[in-house]
């Protein structure tokens, strides 16, 4: 906005003006002074310094906006401060005493982001994890492991076990090798039931012939 004036009429004889005289654009002009006051005849702002004077009391936050500012809910540490705030504990380099284990959380400022091939961040597992992906260290065993310390839980065995329940696969049996075998003992049988059985006359008991039924 460029400087502007106006022309007044002459000087007269009416009620007189409080004003100063300054140049503004090589002219000389009269500025009226005026003063900010209240209802009351006494209530007359002051400037000292070149800046208006503010009662000690000072303003409220509704003076101070044009339109109050809503709240819900508790406010976070960060919505609270404008910077954060330095803590200063008793150990040497501003560290705080810690007593007790420190979960996770606490250790971390900020969650450390695992990044993998699927979504969200996590990483693949394929197949089942071998003993030795499971442990941090390798546990040491000696000797053969018995039943109790393979199983997680002892299994209950009631009755004798039948040759199903105790052999891990059947056994084959080969019925052209029982045949053979049987064949060959028939043939014995009937070789001995032909052979004639002779009681030396000494005994004085008669001879018997025993031959096989027909």
Do not use: H, W, Y
């Amino acid at each position: 906005m460029s400087d502007s004036t106006i022309q007044v009429p002459p000087d007269s004889t009416g009620k007189r003006l409080d004003t100063e005289q300054l140049d503004v654009s090589g002219l000389s002009v009269q500025r009226q002074r005026v003063q900010i006051a209240g209802a009351a005849a006494a209530d007359i702002a002051t400037v000292t310094a070149g800046r208006l004077d503010v009662n000690s009391n000072g303003l409220t936050d509704t003076e101070l906006r044009a339109a109050a500012v809503s709240v819900s809910g508790p406010l976070t540490n960060d919505e609270m401060r404008a910077t954060p705030v330095p803590v200063i504990g008793d150990s040497p380099g501003g560290l705080l005493p810690v007593t007790g284990p420190l979960t996770d959380t606490e250790l971390r400022a900020a969650p450390v982001p695992v990044m993998g091939f699927s979504p969200g961040g996590l990483l693949p597992v394929f197949g089942p994890l071998t003993d030795t992906e499971l442990r941090a260290a390798a546990v040491p065993v000696s000797g053969p492991l018995t039943d109790t310390e393979l199983r997680a839980a002892a299994v209950p065995v009631s009755g004798p076990l039948t040759d199903t329940e105790l052999r891990a696969a059947a056994v084959v049996i080969d019925d052209a090798a029982i045949l053979t075998a049987l064949a060959g003992l028939q043939t014995t049988l009937d070789a001995i039931a032909a052979a004639i059985v002779t009681v030396a006359p000494e005994s004085g008991l008669p001879a018997i012939r025993t031959t096989p039924d027909v």
